[in-house]
């Protein structure tokens, strides 16, 4: 559970406070809402509801190692899916690494909430504009854009984005950790006990609108994925030992900080993305039989 329950709360609630004047003041109000929706895909995951815990495991993580030969990634999931396959069918050498369940899918279950959330937005337009009824629309908006949250959340914990979840695997020149303790310390021991949404309100900052928001939200996971070392080193001087140190609450509020500029931009973008005309949907050509 990246972060924890009050690491994404405190992501959504930093969010939805810096959501500007220009975006629908409905959503501006249900601070409340977004900030409790940060955590709910976690909550999806009790092994009570099987079908539902086996089909979304996977979007809560890539493993970018994984994958460093596929630059760039492919947008969409399924020809993401191929690739890998084709890889596996290639490789001798533990080819079931390569299954994506396996790799995990965090910029895809991403980008189709993102869609999701974009496609309410022009429905919102719509309805407006012809003076009809918004209240459905209204919840539907606020529900896919906490949604879009947790996921956004987990790829600013740079533990998300690696191999090395949760104790060091392979190769130890600097004698990290090998127990698997870091992932829980870090993301909800520490932060729970230590950091407040407050704490890294004030690094977030206005929104910008994103030219490509696949490939800026897959050079985010990159760049999260560029500071594990930097997760290891700290957990290893005790930076995530009760109090911690001024060091990692450095790191940890700018990682959370992080990961709520990265979920307003894309806020900000689906919403100003939707003025933009689409064409109609095709009419479908007439079955014969």
Known sequence: ????????????????QKIPATMPIFLRRAVVEIAYLGPEPDRWRSPSEFAL?????????????RVSWLDPLPQGRYEFYRKLYEKRAATTDHP???????????????????????????????????????????????????????????????????????????????????????????????????????????????PDRLDDPFTSYVAYLRQSNGMVDNVYALEKAGGFTGKGT??????????????????LDLWYTAWMESAVPVPEHPTPPPTTK
Do not use: C
């Open 1 to 16: 559970m990246a972060w924890g329950n009050e690491g994404h709360t405190a992501i959504n609630r930093v969010a939805a």
């Open 53 to 65: 815990k086996n089909a979304q495991e996977a979007d809560h993580f890539i493993d970018l190692e």
């Open 96 to 206: 079931d690494d390569y299954l994506p369940e396996h790799v995990g899918l965090q910029p895809y279950i991403t980008m189709e909430v993102y869609g999701r959330l974009k496609a309410a937005f022009r429905e919102y337009r719509q309805r407006v504009a012809a003076h009809q009824p918004t209240l459905a629309v209204q919840r539907t908006i606020v529900f896919y854009a906490g949604w879009l949250g947790h996921y956004v959340a987990d790829g600013s914990q740079p533990l998300h984005t690696t191999i090395q979840y949760n104790g060091w695997v392979g190769p130890n020149p600097n004698g990290y950790t090998t127990q698997h303790t870091i992932h829980g310390q870090f993301e909800s021991t520490y932060v729970a006990a230590n950091i407040t949404a407050k704490d890294f309100s004030g690094l977030v900052k206005s």
């Open 246 to 263: 001024p060091a990692a609450f450095d790191f940890t509020t700018h990682r959370l900080a992080a990961g709520s500029q990265m979920l």
